[in-house]
């Protein structure tokens, strides 16, 4: 992290007093955009200097912003905007990072998620590459940083593939712990629904797949598993009708429906995956053994 943002044009009214430098009123051009705000200064007890930064980001070119300050280069593409409180302590930027702290509203309008190993799990854990690069209209999130450590609210962001929601956090090691929840598109939606009819139990009430998945682990090579619970439990009662012809057909729909109706919902989760057969979380079946040669095989010809 280079820890030094490239300011030009850059304006402000500055007053030093004391152990005290107070910079007010600052105007910059960075990263395509402008940057405005006020910065404090302090040496504390053992000279050591702290930081009180409140900042306001506005039509930042995002991949610049990123791949200058954090190591997620050519991930995120669109125009940034953030208001921001921020405080830190340090002489050397990796210490200032250590003891950052931080809080805001971020905001990316008319962008695009390239690169993004999360995403590529997930579009390949539903066999979908439409999903791996996903251009957007807006994408924003409160968060915090606090121990190392990235937190969102919730991340809300829309695309034409589907409408996607994450939270939880990522540290500056750059492990991952989040819950995210996609709505796929009335496209995909059908999609998904020709590979298994029973995805319809994921149905919500516009006939939108909704999938819930847990990302964890280091960002270059997650760990992402769907969890049906959630799915299933807010969307099941919706779909029990898209299915209920089939009642009489199959023996084992009758008896999920009936868990359905009168189970804990807590338990829905499963019923779903069981009807689906493991068909979101099943693994690639091992290649067959190859069968052995017949002993006339083996023979030389004369």
Do not use: C
């Amino acid at each position: 992290m280079a820890g030094i943002v490239p300011l030009t044009n850059a304006a402000a009214n500055l007053r030093a007093e004391g152990d005290r430098v107070e910079i007010r009123g600052l105007r910059a051009s960075v990263y395509q955009g402008s940057l405005t705000g006020d910065v404090t200064v302090t040496l504390d007890a053992k000279r050591i200097p702290t930081y009180e930064v409140a900042m306001k980001a506005k039509d930042w070119e995002a991949n610049d912003f990123l791949s200058d300050l954090t190591p997620a280069k050519n991930i995120l593409y669109g125009k940034f905007e953030m208001d921001s409180k921020w405080s830190g302590r340090g002489v050397l930027p990796e210490d200032a990072l250590k003891n950052l702290k931080g809080s805001g509203k971020a905001t990316t309008l008319n962008g695009e998620l390239r690169n993004l190993e999360a995403l590529n799990a997930v579009a390949n854990l539903l066999g979908m590459n439409e999903l791996k690069q996903q251009k957007f209209r807006s994408m924003f999130t409160n968060f915090e940083v606090k121990d190392g450590k990235l937190h969102t609210d919730e991340i809300v962001m829309k695309s034409a593939d589907a409408d996607w929601r994450a939270t939880g956090g990522v540290s500056f090691a750059g492990n991952l712990d989040y819950v995210i929840s996609a709505t796929l598109s009335p496209t995909l939606s059908q999609k998904l629904k020709q590979k298994s009819a029973l995805t319809g139990l994921l149905a919500n009430s516009e006939g939108r797949i909704v999938l819930d998945f847990v990302v964890k682990g280091d960002a270059k090579k997650p760990k992402v598993s769907y969890d049906p619970t959630k799915s299933a439990a807010a969307n099941s009662s919706n779909a029990i009708g898209t299915i209920l012809e089939s009642v009489d057909k199959d023996g084992q729909i009758t008896g999920a429906i009936n868990e359905l109706l009168q189970g804990d919902p807590k338990d829905a989760g499963k019923t779903v995956d069981k009807l689906l057969g493991g068909f979101l979380n099943k693994k690639k079946p091992a290649d067959p053994k190859p069968a052995p040669a017949s002993p006339d095989s083996a023979k030389k010809p004369q």
